[in-house]
């Protein structure tokens, strides 16, 4: 699967109630309900990628796009679904999955960056992977 651009109904399974508001890239378009992510030592939300010292905050809230004068962007962390590449498998249930795009994941040997998206909880066919995503430094 490829990053999307447009909003996502990312499939909730748990939250921790709280919405962390991130301050956003300059020149940024996050669609509602897929990773976000801040590079370590900016501090501003971008879409979730592999990307070299990548830290997943959690999931987007709501669309922001700074063209129309969004200045943050809402995260909560929790328990969500995200598409499976094809390289994660009930036998992966207990690892760690990597970020491939902003609703895509897979597994450290098959991401340049191994920029990690949390653990994994459950594979299912159709909603993908199931992901842990209320740690610190998400997945670690």
């Known amino acids: ?3 999307t651009t447009v909003d996502r109904n990312t499939v ?3 939250n921790d109630g709280q919405i962390i508001p991130i301050p956003l890239t300059a020149a940024t378009k996050i669609p509602l309900g897929v990773i ?3 590079v370590s030592g ?3 939300a971008l879409n979730g990628a592999d990307t070299a010292n990548g830290i997943v905050m ?3 809230t709501q669309l922001v796009d ?3 004068g969004h200045t943050k962007c809402p995260v909560k962390r929790g328990r969500f679904w995200f598409a499976n590449d094809g390289t994660i498998t009930a036998a ?3 690892q760690v999955a ?3 795009d902003n609703q895509t994941v897979s597994l450290a040997a098959t991401t340049t960056n191994d920029v990690p998206a949390g653990i994994i909880l459950g594979v299912d066919a159709t909603l993908g992977v199931c992901l842990e995503m209320s740690g610190g430094k998400i997945g670690t």
């Open 98 to 100: 990597t970020v491939l």
């Open 66 to 68: 700074t063209t129309l």
């Open 1 to 3: 699967m490829t990053a």
């Open 92 to 94: 992966n249930i207990g």
């Open 42 to 44: 900016t501090g501003t």
């Open 12 to 14: 909730e399974v748990w």
């Open 36 to 38: 976000v992510m801040v």
């Open 58 to 60: 959690g999931v987007s």
